[in-house]
T-cell receptor, first 114, second 113 residues
């Protein structure tokens, strides 16, 4: 059974650029959630995808968007990067739409915006 | 979503029992209480979840009083490897309705010899 994998692990972008982060969910999981974690803070919910549709969103602007593919892997896209977007981006997979229960997190993609 | 309040940090010696209390005064009837552990530069890891009374697994116990306005995570005989940030979360479980799962700032537990 493979766990949640994220890529890339680290990346550096400049303000105004766009970034795509990728996540492969744990085998058998049909739900993927994305979180942003700034340094010293807890993870903040961005959105959740269930069976390829977004079914929950946190307080993030529309320039944060995502996709879920038929194999349940997912992408997080961030347009027009701002300095404050520098953070660890975490992907979590789970089985079913419930927002609690056990979430399985990847190790994250650390984004630095210069 | 119920807001949670936890101590910012705690210190313990190896071998002691550690109890971390979380306050969630506005918990809703259908909300579950879940605790996660996070090491630096890693994603959070599920520890335990409960609805009421007491839940125990191989790594921790979760105590929830009758009014459910607080909960206590108990870690028996901590070791240095338990040094991490612990998050208390409150939210809906398995309802099929998306809700915002919010992590607070967590409790930073430091275990020393």
């Amino acid at each position: 059974e493979t766990g949640v994998t994220q890529s890339p692990t680290h990346l550096i972008k400049t303000r105004g650029q766009q970034v795509t982060l990728r996540c492969s969910s744990q085998s058998g999981h049909n739900t993927v959630s994305w979180y942003q974690q700034a340094l010293g803070q807890g993870p903040q919910f961005i959105f959740q995808y269930y069976r390829e549709e977004e079914n929950g969103r946190g307080n993030f602007p529309p320039r944060f968007s995502g996709l879920q593919f038929p194999n349940y892997s997912s992408e997080l896209n961030v347009n027009a990067l701002e300095l404050d977007d520098s953070a660890l981006y975490l992907c979590a997979s789970s089985l079913g739409q419930g927002m609690t229960g056990e979430l399985f997190f990847g190790e994250g993609s650390r984004l630095t915006v210069l | 979503l119920a807001k949670t309040t936890q101590p910012i940090s705690m210190d313990s010696y190896e071998g002691q029992e550690v109890n971390i209390t979380c306050s969630h005064n506005n918990i809703a009837t259908n909300d579950y209480i879940t605790w996660y552990q996070q090491f630096p530069s890693q994603g959070p890891r599920f520890i335990i979840q409960g609805y009421k009374t007491k839940v125990t697994n191989e790594v921790a116990s979760l105590f929830i009083p009758a009014d459910r306005k607080s909960s206590t995570l108990s870690l028996p005989r901590v070791s240095l490897s338990d040094t991490a940030v612990y998050y208390c979360l409150v939210g809906l479980e398995g309802t099929g309705t998306a809700s915002k799962l919010t992590f607070g700032t967590g409790t930073r537990l430091q275990v020393t010899l």
